[in-house]
C-alpha cells in the first residue's frame, strides 16, 4: 500500500502494516487533532494524530536503514516490528491529550504501561496484533521508557520510536512546522548519525577521531527548533487559553461523575464537544460546562487578564510552588477562581458572572528532554549531550530559554479583564507583567 503524505511525499506499507493501519482503533486517530486548539491560531494545524503515525512508521524505517548502512545488521521482520511500532505508538491517546495531561493533569499520561496493554489488546488491532504474533514484542517497546547510559538490555528498537530525538520528535517537528505555515526545517543529514552502541540508540557525534561540527550544529538547530515551536506554537496564549477552556469544561464534568478517561476513548474532538454540551437533550444555557464549549466553538475565547512568568519570581522555588497550587486541579486554584468570580459579582450586581467566566491556567515547570539525548564523544564514551556539572554555553543557553517560556496566566472574559487585573494583583503580591486592552 502507498500513501501520498503531504510532508514526506509517497510512503510505502506491507501488507501486515496495511492491516494495523485498516484497524478501527487505529483509524480512530483521525479524529484528534494532532496540536489540540492549535488551529484558532494557525488555520492549517488541523493535522491528526493518525497522520503523524504514518509519517512517525516512515521515519523509523529511515532510521533502520540508516543503521544497516552504518554497518548493523536489521533484518526486515525487526523492520515491520519497528514500523507498525510507529504506527500505534499514539495509540492511547485522547482528545486534545496534551492538554488535558501534561497542561492540567487532570488525567494520567497516555503513555502508562497499562494505557498500552489494554489498547493493544482490545477490539481489532489486538487481533491483528495477536495473530501476527507480535503483541507481547510491541508492548515491550513501547513500554520501555527513557534509556539511560546505564539501563541495562536492549533499547535502541524503543528509542527509534520514543526518545529525545526520534521517529515521533523527527516527524511532529517537520508537520507542525508545515501545518502551520511555520518556514522552518531540519536536515535529513540528522538520520545518518544514529548508531547502535552497547545496545542503544546513540548519535555519533565523531568521525575519524574527531568532533563532528556538522552533527553538533544539526543537533542544535533542532534543539532551537524544537524552542521555537513551543514558543510561537505550544505556548502560544490563544492556544493556551482555549485548551484551559476545554479542559476546566471537562474538570467540571468529572466532578458530575459523567465522564472518565475511559469514556474518552470513545470519542474524538468533536463528539467530546457534542458531549459535553449534553447531547441529545442540550444542557441549560445557563451550564458552565456548555458555555465553555460553545465559546470554543465560536472562538469567543478568554482574555489574558494576569500574567506571570519566571522573569517576575524571585526563585525556581516560588515558581514551583505557583506550579504545585496551581497546576493540577487544586482546592487552592478552584477557591481563588470563586474568589475572583464573587468579587466580579459584588462590582457587577445587574450581571450574571459564570463560573466559565475566570480560568487559572498554570504550566507546569518544563525541560528541553531533547538536550539529554546520548551522544557518542571524542574519548569514545556514551554520555548525554547536555551532561552535568558542565554542559556547553550553547546548549545551557537552549535548555535555559526553554525553561524561560513558563508562565500562569488568570484567563477572563474580556468584560472583566481590567477588574480580575486588579483583583490579581491583590491576590496574588505581584505586579501583572500583561496590560490587558480595555474592551
Known amino acids: 500500500m502507498i500513501v501520498r503524505d503531504p510532508v514526506h511525499g509517497d510512503i510505502s506499507f506491507t501488507e501486515n502494516e496495511r492491516k494495523i493501519i485498516d484497524c478501527p482503533e487505529v483509524q480512530r486517530l483521525r479524529g484528534i487533532k494532532q496540536l489540540g486548539t492549535a488551529h484558532f491560531v494557525y488555520p492549517g494545524a ?19 536503514q540508516t543503521l544497516r548502512l552504518n554497518g548493523y545488521e536489521v533484518d526486515s521482520e525487526t523492520e515491520e516490528l519497528i514500523a507498525i ?17 501534561d497542561e492540567r493533569k487532570i488525567f494520567e499520561k497516555h503513555d502508562k504501561n497499562e494505557n498500552f ?75 545518518s548519525y544514529f548508531i547502535i552502541e552497547k545496545g542503544k540508540l546513540v548519535l555519533n557525534f565523531v568521525k575519524n577521531g574527531m568532533e563532528r561540527s556538522d552533527a553538533r550544529s544539526e543537533i542544535l538547530h533542532l534543539l532551537r527548533l524544537r524552542y521555537f515551536l513551543t514558543e510561537r506554537v505550544y505556548f502560544h496564549h490563544a492556544k493556551l487559553s482555549s485548551g484551559a477552556m476545554i479542559s476546566k469544561a471537562v ?39 456548555r458555555n465553555l464549549i460553545e465559546r ?23 515558581r514551583e510552588n505557583f506550579i504545585q497550587k496551581f497546576n493540577p486541579p487544586t482546592p487552592e486554584r478552584d477557591q481563588i477562581e470563586d474568589m475572583i468570580i464573587d468579587r466580579l459579582q ?44 558542565h554542559p556547553a554555553a550553547d546548549i545551557k543557553a537552549i535548555e535555559d530559554s526553554y525553561e524561560d517560556l513558563w508562565r500562569m496566566y ?3 472574559d474580556k468584560k472583566y479583564v481590567q477588574d480580575v487585573a486588579k483583583i490579581c494583583v491583590e491576590t496574588f503580591g505581584r505586579e501583572n507583567e500583561y496590560s490587558p486592552k480595555k474592551s
Request: proline share 3%.
Open 346 to 389: 459584588k462590582k457587577n450586581k445587574n450581571l450574571k458572572i459564570n463560573k466559565s467566566d475566570v480560568i487559572i491556567h498554570c504550566l507546569s515547570s518544563s525541560s528541553l528532554k531533547e538536550a539529554e539525548v546520548l551522544i557518542k564523544n571524542t574519548s569514545g564514551k556514551i554520555t548525554q549531550l547536555n551532561a552535568r556539572p
Open 117 to 191: 496493554k489494554r489498547n493493544l489488546s482490545a477490539g481489532m488491532l489486538g487481533e491483528q496484533l495477536n495473530s501476527l504474533g507480535i503483541k507481547n514484542k510491541l508492548i515491550k517497546i513501547l513500554t520501555n521508557k527513557d534509556p539511560t547510559i546505564n539501563t541495562g538490555g536492549e533499547s535502541w528498537m524503543s528509542q527509534i520510536i520514543n526518545d529525545t530525538i526520534c521517529s515521533d520528535l523527527l516527524d511532529y517537528i517537520r508537520r507542525d512546522c508545515y501545518h502551520t505555515g511555520i518556514n522552518k526545517d531540519y536536515d535529513d543529514r540528522v538520520l
Open 46 to 64: 488541523t493535522h491528526t494524530r493518525f497522520d503523524h503515525s504514518l509519517g512517525t512508521s516512515f521515519l523509523a524505517k529511515k532510521i533502520v
Open 410 to 412: 488568570v484567563f477572563a
Open 296 to 318: 470554543v466553538e465560536k472562538r469567543q475565547l478568554l482574555k489574558r487578564a494576569y500574567v506571570l512568568s519566571s522573569a517576575t519570581l524571585s526563585s525556581r522555588k516560588s
Open 85 to 101: 511500532a510507529g504506527l500505534v505508538h499514539d495509540i492511547s491517546h485522547v482528545p486534545y491529550g496534551h492538554t488535558f495531561e
Open 251 to 289: 474538570e467540571m464534568a468529572i466532578k458530575e461523575g459523567i465522564i472518565s478517561r475511559d469514556r474518552l476513548y470513545n470519542l474524538n474532538d468533536w463528539t467530546l464537544f457534542y458531549f459535553l454540551k449534553g447531547f441529545p437533550e442540550k444542557r441549560p444555557a445557563t451550564s458552565p460546562i
